[in-house]
């Protein structure tokens, strides 16, 4: 049976500010063996990794990220809001992430934050990021945006691609298929394990998100979902050990 991947959620984001190097770095080190990040687009197009649509919550600055040139944006500390250790450190580029990355054959879940603002070409670009590094292998490209996801196949139909959704959908696996998605990325409160069985069956395996209790990471294991999204890669490395 191939391993579970542990995604670390934005990093170690349990004890590292989200989306940052210092988050990424300490996912690995943690025992994650794959890393879920959400990426927007700044004014001059360059894919930056952070959640929020706003610059304001994990930097402290005003407005959009949409409205900054990456230069602006590099100067922003998006570190010190989590703790004055993490001071400087800077909202990241997507190919930093590749970077660090590649060499340990890490899965990367890129997470297009499309849904309510709709960056130009970001498919395109983040596809190209990718094959720049010749990193297709180890992508998964996620969104709540699904015609965003059918665009992604339409660009590299190689390129693997995980459904977002929170809960009540009628055989999701299905509604997968008709969006050329491989992998559900659904609420783990929303997946049951006959569920899985039978979305493995259709060839679409889960990506729960985010499971941060010891008890649903252990049904989730043994639910034999693909992957499991979480703040805490430590203890699900743990598990995953012990099982
Ligand atoms: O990809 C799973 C999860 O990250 C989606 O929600 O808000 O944490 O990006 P959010
Ligand atoms: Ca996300």
């Not at 849904?115 to 180890?138: D, F, G, L, N, W």
Request: charged letters at 25%; glycine letters at 6%; aromatic letters at 8%.
């Amino acid at each position: 049976m191939t391993q579970l991947i542990n995604f670390a959620h934005r990093g170690a984001s349990a004890v590292c500010p989200e989306n940052t190097m210092a988050a990424f770095a300490k996912g690995l080190e943690l025992g994650a063996t794959g890393i879920e990040t959400d990426v927007q687009m700044t004014k001059d197009g360059r894919l930056v990794l952070i959640h929020d649509e706003s610059v304001t919550r994990t930097t402290g600055a005003k407005g959009l990220v949409q409205d900054y040139t990456y230069e602006e944006l590099s100067k922003l500390d998006a570190g010190s809001w989590f703790g004055e250790d993490f001071h400087g450190e800077r909202i990241p580029l997507l190919e930093e992430l590749l970077e660090l990355t590649k060499s340990h054959g890490t899965i990367i879940n890129i997470e297009l934050k499309n849904s309510i603002i709709q960056y130009p070409e970001m498919e395109k670009r983040v596809i190209e990021a990718v094959s720049h590094y010749k990193m297709s292998e180890q992508i998964v490209i996620s969104s709540f945006n699904h015609y965003s996801l059918v665009e992604c196949k339409n660009i590299d139909p190689e390129i693997r691609t995980g459904l977002l959704y929170g809960e009540g959908l009628y055989k999701p696996w299905e509604y997968a298929k008709l969006a050329k998605a491989d992998a559900l990325h659904a609420d783990h409160r929303a997946v049951l394990p006959e569920w899985v069985t039978e979305a493995k069956q259709s060839g679409v395996v889960y990506h729960p998100w985010t499971v941060n209790t010891e008890e649903r990471m252990k049904a989730l294991i043994k639910a034999e979902v693909a992957g499991i999204i979480t703040d805490y890669p430590d203890v699900l490395s743990r598990l995953l050990q012990t099982k």
